[in-house]
């Protein structure tokens, strides 16, 4: 038996597998070759049948290759143009769907067309016809005109009325149509200024939740302003001296401009001293009010600046419909003008500060002032003989309080403090460039309920005089002054009381507190006031997470309001009047509450109302004014029926 045949059957398929001359099946493998085709160059030449001419002796038979006629070739072409009209024809239907066929809406058959005045004058009624048209050949629904106007803009309705945008409703607009409005507003600018209203059509189609919309630009020119401001003053003024500045507000409109405001804008180093009428707010601020066409108002006031030697100051005055929201702010600017200052220095320079303030001080009653009145040489030459004065007033002045420091003499009867060479130190010969100062303090009478006075303040002028000798040898006199105000800010006070026998509303639950047991308390808050009248004036408190809000309020006018989210209340009280006490002038405002206290609690006294805080706005300091009053408890110790032990919780 041969070798072969001992192996099995496993083993001779595994060799033929890889085995590079037998096959799985044991056969010899046969190297592979070629068989070389002779391809015709050109469709007309015939290859002979079962021959390569390549090969001649080939003898095996090749596929015949049909030729290609003229024929075909002409059927070629007929096919492949009229698949290329097929195709321009395809094109052609899609393009007039898509522009102008069926039921197609384009945005640019949408016009927006808006007739109306391109120049008006400020303040005076702007009155817009615009028309929406639909030029596609399928309708258009749900249209809306959206008008979008410049900041300032005021209904003409309710000139007091901001008016930013607003949304007409103009329907369906069939094919071919148009739709019209009028839009109408007030405009508001200094001559030349250009005002963009911008207006929208915005609409839907058949059988679609998409919104489209056209858009259209409409520019106003301002041909003049409503109201008119003219500022007379110097244009170079001494530093430190004082200077009267005029300003005039007139209408230019041919009806009448409603809540009108002034405000003046003062740089650094510029102090108001006095002003006829007095500002309304602080003393920047003055209400217009209502000026009727060809009225006018004129504000007077008497003002210093301080600075090196040719800087400038610039006074910035703004006209403007009063906000609804903050008195003190203008809501819309109608015109503005500036005026600027150019400062000189004096040949004596005099300054006055009040606690290290360079301009009026604003201090709380009881509160004393140091004074230091600051004097320079600015000259070439020697100033000799100097006087320093400072005249005193104002209806809190205390004379008894007086104290003069350098040698300076305090006058009760002309309420004047002298300073003279001779007898003030520095003051024989100041040479130039030199510089000196001299004080004194003074404090205010008290000022609270007890004691009305109306704008308290002390006003202090200071004067200096004296000679110097020009480039001639000849004496010249020389003078310069400065005034500051100290101002006494008024006592805004709070005051708050938890009851449970008494007040607006009736109470229920044991008291004292048991545990998870509800007891209701009703709370009082009392606002007074002294000097000044306040504005603005809003009250802050939470409540523990533990109280909760009834929501009962004593007047129930909408003025204090509750947030569940924080636990915090406000109660927006407003204005509150000079001298306003209870039973004359106070604000109160009383509201219940609902303790539930948890087993932990049990023994202690739960606090009911915390952080109870007042702000407002003082009207002659213009100064923001803080005042608290302590946590509320349950040791409501002001309730007529209280007893020792009420505040404890129980189990």
């Known amino acids: 038996m041969f070798e072969s045949e001992k192996k099995s059957s496993l083993d001779r398929l595994r060799k033929g597998l890889y085995s590079p001359n037998i096959d799985g099946n044991g056969e010899i493998r046969h190297s592979i070759h070629g068989q070389e085709i002779n391809v015709p160059e050109s469709w007309g030449e015939k290859q002979a049948e079962g021959q390569n001419p390549e090969n001649p002796e080939n003898t095996e038979k090749s596929e015949n290759v049909a030729p290609v006629t003229p024929e075909r070739r002409y059927a070629y072409k007929i096919i492949f143009l009229c698949s290329a009209l097929f195709l321009v024809a395809a094109f052609a239907i899609a393009a007039y769907t898509f522009f102008g066929g069926g039921n197609f809406v384009s945005v640019e058959n949408v016009d927006i067309q808006i007739s109306g005045p391109g120049t008006i004058s400020g303040g005076e009624p702007l009155s817009l016809d615009v028309s929406v048209a639909n030029k596609n050949k399928t309708d258009i629904q749900l249209v809306d005109l959206v008008v979008e106007y410049p900041q300032g803009t005021k209904d003409p309705d309710n000139p007091a009325k901001d008016l930013s945008r607003s949304r007409i409703s103009l329907g369906d607009i069939k094919s071919g149509a148009l739709a019209q409005q009028t839009a109408s507003a007030l405009l508001f600018g200094e001559e030349g200024d250009v005002k963009q209203i911008k207006f929208t059509a915005e609409y839907r189609t058949a059988d679609s939740n998409a919104i489209f919309y056209k858009e259209k630009l409409y520019n106003v020119t301002i041909s003049s302003s409503p109201v008119l401001i003219s500022i007379d003053a110097l244009d170079k003024v001494l530093s430190g001296d004082p200077v009267d500045v005029t300003v005039t507000v007139s209408s230019n409109s041919t009806s009448p401009l409603k809540n009108l405001l002034m405000t003046l804008d003062y740089p650094f180093g510029f102090s108001v001293i006095s002003s006829d009428p007095p500002a309304s707010y602080g003393d920047n601020v003055w209400r217009i009010g209502d000026l009727a066409p060809g009225a006018k108002r004129v504000i007077k006031f008497r003002a210093s600046a301080t600075g090196q030697d040719g800087e400038d100051r610039t006074v910035h005055a703004n006209v403007g419909i009063q906000s609804d929201t903050n008195e003190r702010e203008i809501a819309t600017t109608i015109i503005s003008r500036d005026h600027t200052f150019t400062l000189e220095k004096p040949f004596l320079g005099l300054d006055l500060a009040l606690e290290g303030n360079h301009s009026d001080l604003a201090i709380e009653s009881g509160h004393s002032v140091h004074a230091d009145v600051i004097w320079t040489n600015n000259s070439q030459d020697n100033i000799t003989n100097t006087k320093i004065t400072a005249k005193l007033s104002g209806n809190v002045l205390d004379q008894n309080s007086v104290s003069v420091e350098n040698g300076g003499f305090y006058d009760s009867e002309t309420n004047t403090i002298t300073w003279q060479a001779g007898r003030a130190d520095g003051l024989d010969s100041i040479k130039p460039g030199d510089s000196g100062k001299v004080s004194f303090t003074v404090l205010p009478l008290p000022t609270g309920l007890g004691r009305s006075v109306g704008s308290p303040q002390i006003t202090i002028a200071v004067s200096a005089d004296g000679t110097r000798v020009d480039a001639n040898g000849a004496p010249q006199s020389i ?29 229920t639950g044991p008291v ?136 404890t919780v129980q189990k």
């Open 512 to 647: 004292p507190p048991r545990v998870d047991q509800e007891t209701t308390y009703t709370v009082v808050w009392t606002v007074t006031n002294t000097s000044n009248t306040i504005t603005g004036a809003k009250v802050t408190a939470n409540l523990p997470q533990y109280v909760a809000w009834v929501g009962a309020t004593s007047p129930a006018d909408g003025s204090i309001t509750y947030d569940d989210k924080t636990g915090s209340i406000t109660w927006l009280v407003g204005e509150v009047p000079k001298n306003a006490d209870i039973g004359s002038g106070a604000k109160q405002m009383a509201f219940q509450i609902k303790l539930k206290p948890s087993a932990n609690q049990a023994g202690s006294i739960p606090t009911l109302v915390s952080d109870q805080a007042i702000t407002g706005t003082d009207i002659f300091t213009g100064s923001t004014l803080t005042n608290s009053t302590q946590n509320l408890s349950t040791r409501i110790s002001t309730d007529l029926l209280y007893k020792n032990g009420d505040e």
């Open 479 to 507: 003078n310069t002054a400065v005034t500051r105000s100290i101002k006494v800010v008024s006592n805004l006070s709070l005051s708050a009381r938890a009851l449970y026998s008494q007040g607006p509303f009736k109470n």
